[in-house]
Structures are given as structure tokens and as C-alpha cells.
């Protein structure tokens, strides 16, 4: 996934099946998030007190975006597994993007969940 400086976040998504999507089987090759702060972004608003936070989830809450195919599930499952560890608050409900962009931002590293040898890492 090639990124630009225009980027605040990227997620990308990758399925796999061998012709069957199997009852039980984990289809969800790969999931990779990138995030920056939006607070440039904010800046050129020039709107006091607007920050890159509030725009982010502005955008969100306007877009609504979704993912093709249930491409969402993969993510949700990592936000839920993030949320039991206590890694990323229960409250206030968030959009699971909105959650992925905040947990993503405050680290050097991207998200990069592959599976390998039948085990997600």
C-alpha cells in the first residue's frame, strides 16, 4: 500500500478462500492500518479550537464509511480484542475506525496482522 502525505488513514483488507467460504473457516489473510494525526488538516480550517481529532471524527460520522463483502470483520474482531485487554476504552462507543485511527497514532508501528501456518499474529 503505497501512502502519500495526504494520508490520514489507510486500512487495507485481504480474503482468501480456496473457492468455499467454509463455516468456521478464518478467511482474513492480512489487515494493515496506517494512521497520522489529522491536526494539519484541522490547521488549514482555520477554525478555532477545531482540531484533527474533531475532524476525523466529523468525517467519519458524515462518510459512514463501510467495507465491500463484511471487510469490516477482521477490524471489529481486533477492536473487540483490543477493548478485553483494556488497550483501547469500552466508553464512549466509537466507530471502529475512529477506535483503529486513535490506537494506530500514538505508535511507531502499523497494524500488521498475517496469518501464517493456519495462526493469526
Known sequence: MELTSKHVFAI???AISNGSWGTGDDVWESMIVHAKSADYMADKL???GF???L???YVLAY???TLQSNGETPLKHKIDELKAQ???PIKPQKNNWYDAWEYTIGREEKWNKKKKRGKNF
Open 12 to 14: 487495507k483488507i485481504k
Open 46 to 48: 482555520e477554525i478555532p
Open 51 to 53: 482540531t484533527g481529532d
Open 55 to 57: 475532524l476525523f471524527k
Open 63 to 65: 462518510l459512514e464509511p
Open 86 to 88: 483494556g488497550s483501547i
